[in-house]
């Protein structure tokens, strides 16, 4: 199994970012797949999760309305839009899968981890 995010950088506050995990080694149309953000100094969190057997994505509620997660199953690989970008979205962004999550991404379990993209945002 392999996940790899791409996209990250530095850019201002207001901008926007669009992050890529390309994956391989599972059955991409069968996994659920999510975006974590470590902020520095802090625990990884959850961000925004989708799967393809119809359930809506979820978002963390600090990025409803900003960011949006999206799938391409002939490309097995799953984007995060970062829009309106803010100094607290500076961290790391990983993607995983995950063994399963409750839709209010108050808790998840992860299977597999990528080693993540930087996102700075200044100020």
């Known amino acids: 199994v392999q996940l790899v995010e791409s996209g990250g950088g530095l850019v201002q506050a207001g901008g926007s970012l669009r992050l890529s995990c390309e994956t391989s080694?599972?059955?991409?149309?069968?996994?659920?797949i999510g975006w974590f953000h470590q902020a520095p100094g802090k625990e990884r969190e959850v961000v925004s999760c989708i799967n393809n057997r119809g359930h809506r994505p979820s978002y963390r509620e600090s990025v409803k309305g900003r960011f949006f997660i999206s799938s391409d199953n002939a490309k097995k690989t799953v984007y995060l839009q970062m829009n309106d970008l803010k100094p607290t979205d500076t961290g790391v962004y990983y993607c995983?899968?995950?063994?399963?999550?409750?839709?209010?991404?108050?808790?998840?379990?992860?299977?597999?981890w990528g080693k993540g993209t930087l996102v700075t945002v200044s100020s």
């Open positions: 995983a899968t995950l063994r399963w999550y409750i839709e209010d991404l108050s808790r998840v379990a992860v299977r597999n």
């Open positions: 080694g599972f059955a991409f149309d069968e996994n659920t």
